[in-house]
């Protein structure tokens, strides 16, 4: 997108964040040619989107917003900022702006140069039911419920227009502020007043077509007061066929509930009549028209890859398995975007257990999307990792190699420097036997091939219970994490994700010359003595990508708790549960907006953990 910004331009939250205490009427009154245009859209049957802090730049001079930058904006689609974009825009695949997504998105800009920071993104209020709130002490009260009001996650409960935004914001009529302010506060939004009547038409005015689109399948409450522009308090409404749309009237509560039962383009039909005038009084016809979208998970195919490939792996993988200090149970689901194109898993695991010694190992891998033969390098990296691990507990009279590290791991009062000196020799070995193996692999091929076709990452755990606790090391090259869940409710992460040179670019097992050093081989271990844990968790990037996206976002026990929460609804993770791992694969299968890809869980729950609370 070309940068229409100078050095005397600056986005509109940092300008309000250099002059603090700044009313709401002058940022509002800043805005002003960003109003107009706005206005002049909503007329037209049209709307901006994308609105947001880096879309308004002010002008040092004027001391108001770029239209330019801001018209520019538009032409160039810039992407839309999750905190900047209401609920409703979440779909799959997008959908055109609506006037009162331009109205949210204009009132989270405000909410942002009042308070110093953007409002909780729609999607956490609509999950937690977190309410908003105001740091800034010269905003009204009547400002602060019109911006809640706008920032209503209920389409049809915002301002019908921007002019509308503006009365209550200014609080120039009793009626306006009376709408604000009177609405006791709901589950989802501060301040989500009601829709009050302006005076009585002769014939009520309703609206062409429903502000919001409906998802099939998906719960919906529609206030059956939204339906009209004006004049219809006094009204009785008589609905007729919504139970062939899968809506139905809540006559207590005067909304529209249900899950949608079709897709595409309905209309709610309803007639209109009066209880105090005479009975033989005509009833009103009147419809409104409604975008059902298709449920986002049903549009995918789910076509089977090709068993005749030389390199074939099931499409899903489950395992379980209980000993007698822990449980553990992994599954790996192939991703949507590759079951959409008949494509191959590319994830894989293997899962072992040492009765003699006690230790749990675990592996999990992701090949590359990129490299052709990454399935086939995920299972060798995975199978080869193990393999050594477990043939380094055994010693054997002609391998002295192996009886150091056999001794260290037997060591149950060893120090945290001896664990890491264990790991090193024993899960760093295991990583580049892995990496042989690919290499043995690619150059037996005729003609030879390249070991980057096998791309693949690695994460590595191995876990040991002893009088004193457990002891617990970890080795990633890559990206996905493991995590720890302690029994204080804390967590320890125990893989650092890898990074190229770009934010994109992803480091793999055969990348060149990158980690077969010391220092390479010691940045990716981590090291664990404690005296109980909940849980030890190995995900592939198809689970973190959408519920751990950032690198902080991996050492917040909020979001574990969040993810703990959600994975125990659905499965239960004890060992007399046979089912275990087919519950843990179809909760693998969770639907994700942007997120298709292969996902590999494992998890170690030690015996006493208690799976319905981190």
């Not at 038409?201 to 099939?216: A, E, F, M, Q």
């Not at 009237?249 to 899950?259: A, F, K, P, R, Y």
């Not at 695991?349 to 190992?361: K, V």
């Amino acid at each position: 997108m070309r940068d229409h910004r100078s050095i005397y331009q600056t986005p509109f939250h940092r300008w309000a964040g250099d002059h603090p205490h700044l009313s709401c009427e002058r940022l509002f009154g800043m805005l002003a040619p960003v109003i107009h245009h706005l206005r002049v859209l909503h007329a037209g049957g049209s709307a901006h989107g994308g609105i947001t802090p880096e879309s308004l730049l002010v002008s040092q001079q004027t001391q108001q917003v770029d239209l330019t930058h801001f018209v520019a904006c538009k032409s160039e689609r810039l992407v839309r900022d999750t905190y900047y974009s209401p609920p409703e825009a979440d779909v799959e695949p997008p959908v055109e702006p609506a006037v009162s997504a331009d109205i949210y998105s204009l009132a989270a800009v405000l909410y942002h140069a009042l308070n110093g920071q953007p409002p909780v993104v729609s999607a956490v209020r609509l999950k937690r039911g977190e309410q908003l709130g105001f740091s800034s002490t010269v905003v009204t009260q009547a400002e602060q419920s019109a911006i809640c009001l706008a920032l209503a996650l209920d389409a049809t409960q915002r301002p019908s227009s921007i002019a509308e935004l503006e009365t209550l914001l200014r609080g120039t009529s009793d009626q306006a502020l009376q709408r604000a302010q009177s609405t006791p506060q709901s589950n989802h939004a501060s301040t989500p007043p009601k829709r009050l009547a302006t005076t009585e038409p002769s014939v009520p005015k309703t609206l062409d077509r429903l502000p919001i689109n409906l998802t099939k399948g998906k719960r919906c409450q529609i206030r059956v007061s939204s339906l009209f522009l004006d004049g219809g308090a006094d009204w009785q409404v008589s609905f007729r066929k919504l139970e062939d749309l899968g809506l139905y009237l809540d006559d207590t509560q005067q909304h529209l509930v249900g899950s949608p039962l079709v897709d595409g383009e309905h209309a709610i039909h309803f007639q209109l009549f009066r209880t105090d005038g005479p009975q033989d009084r005509p009833r009103l016809e009147r419809s409104i028209k409604v975008t059902i979208n298709a449920d986002p998970a049903s549009i995918w195919k789910d076509l089977p890859s090709n068993r005749d490939d030389p390199y074939w792996k099931e499409d899903t993988d489950k395992f379980a398995l209980p000993t007698p200090a822990a449980f553990i149970v992994a599954a790996s689901v192939r991703g949507r975007s590759h079951a959409q194109e008949a494509l191959f898993r590319d994830d894989d695991f293997r899962i072992g257990y040492d009765g003699a010694t006690g230790w749990h190992l675990l592996a999990v891998a992701d090949g590359a999307g990129s490299a052709k033969l990454s399935r086939r390098g995920s299972l060798l990296a995975c199978t080869s990792a193990l393999k050594h691990l477990e043939e380094h507990l055994r010693v054997e009279p002609d391998e002295p190699s192996k009886p150091n590290i056999a001794k260290q791991a037997a060591n149950d009062a060893m120090t945290e420097e001896q664990a890491r000196s264990l790991a090193y020799a024993w899960l760093g070995g295991a990583a580049h036997s892995a990496l042989k193996a690919i290499f043995d692999e690619a150059t037996a091929q005729e003609p030879p091939r390249m070991p980057k076709e096998y791309a693949t990452t690695l994460l590595l755990s191995a876990a040991r219970q002893t009088e004193r606790g457990w002891i617990v090391l970890s080795f990633g090259i890559g990206d996905g994490g493991i995590g720890l869940l302690k029994r204080d409710e804390s967590v320890q992460v125990m893989s650092t994700p890898d990074s190229g040179e770009f934010s994109s670019e992803t480091i793999f097992l055969t990348s060149k010359n990158l980690w077969m050093t010391a220092e390479g081989i010691s940045q990716r271990l981590h090291v664990a003595l404690v005296p109980d844990f909940h849980a030890l968790v190995l995900m592939t990037d198809g689970i973190t990508d959408p519920l751990f996206p950032t690198e902080v976002s991996l050492g917040d026990m909020d979001t574990w708790q969040t993810f703990w929460i959600d994975i125990s609804n659905q499965v239960r993770l004890v060992p007399d549960n046979e089912q275990a791992s087919d519950e843990l694969l179809q909760w693998s299968g969770f639907y994700s907006k942007g997120n298709h890809d292969d996902r590999t869980i494992a998890l170690l729950l030690p015996h006493e953990s208690k799976p319905s609370k981190p």
